[in-house]
T-cell receptor, first 113, second 115 residues
Framework: DVKVTQSSRYLVKRTGEKVFLECVQDMDHENMFWYRQDPGLGLRLIYFSYDVKMKEKGDIPEGYSVSREKKERFSLILESASTNQTSMYLC????????????FGEGSWLTVV | AQSVTQLGSHVSVSEGALVLLRCNYSSSVPPYLFWYVQYPNQGLQLLLKYTTGATLVKGINGFEAEFKKSETSFHLTKPSAHMSDAAEYFCAVSDADTNAGKSTFGDGTTLTVKP
């Protein structure tokens, strides 16, 4: 089974802090994604990466950056956390083309106070 | 550009009743279509998908969906709801002509099953 592991399930951070959300997948998938999930807004794509060191902006990249130094690891960085970034963050990965299944981690609940 | 509209953010059915969750999509090229389910405090998992071939697609847990190109729809159905079906359901679309493309998700439909 594909495993996508998000290192932190629940985090509480202060406004202005730098926040790292880490994600690791164990199936050698080329593509990795970070989504944000808010009630009534579904999943919104923040960034995705189709290869090591490659990244593309999604629909809501402002206030976020990403890092993909190794194929299995995709990190989401909040440079200066703000209260409006309080949300559930979902990491996902996919093998090859867009017709293949996306595999999701269990999510990281981030509260910024 | 691609988009997905899920009609009804909340659907409530009685146990044993038909489940119908509606999804309409917009895509400029032939689409790949997906339904994912999210149980409380978990990530999403695939229920079923349409890529090519038969337009009626069967998935896990007795769910199925039919791709109707003329109606740009991909509605999800299950003949008889079970209490364990209570969850949030997401429809998603990808463009079939992109190799490293992204998927667009709908806003989700929360299914409640009453005893």
């Amino acid at each position: 089974d594909v495993k996508v592991t998000q290192s932190s399930r629940y985090l509480v951070k202060r406004t202005g802090e730098k926040v790292f959300l880490e994600c690791v997948q164990d199936m050698d998938h080329e593509n990795m994604f970070w989504y944000r999930q808010d009630p009534g807004l579904g999943l919104r794509l923040i960034y995705f990466s189709y290869d090591v060191k490659m990244k593309e902006k999604g629909d809501i990249p402002e206030g976020y950056s990403v890092s993909r130094e190794k194929k299995e690891r995709f990190s989401l960085i909040l440079e200066s956390a703000s209260t409006n970034q309080t949300s559930m963050y979902l990491c996902a990965s996919r093998l090859g083309n867009s017709g293949n299944t996306i595999y999701f981690g269990e999510g990281s609940w981030l509260t910024v106070v | 550009a691609q988009s997905v509209t899920q009609l009804g953010s909340h659907v409530s059915v009685s146990e044993g009743a038909l489940v119908l969750l509606r999804c309409n999509y917009s895509s400029s090229v032939p689409p790949y279509l997906f339904w994912y389910v999210q149980y409380p405090n978990q990530g999403l998992q695939l229920l079923l998908k349409y890529t090519t071939g038969a337009t009626l697609v069967k998935g896990i847990n007795g769910f199925e969906a039919e791709f109707k190109k003329s109606e740009t729809s991909f509605h999800l159905t299950k003949p008889s709801a079970h209490m364990s079906d209570a969850a949030e359901y997401f429809c998603a679309v990808s463009d079939a002509d992109t190799n490293a493309g992204k998927s667009t998700f709908g806003d989700g439909t929360t299914l409640t099953v009453k005893p």
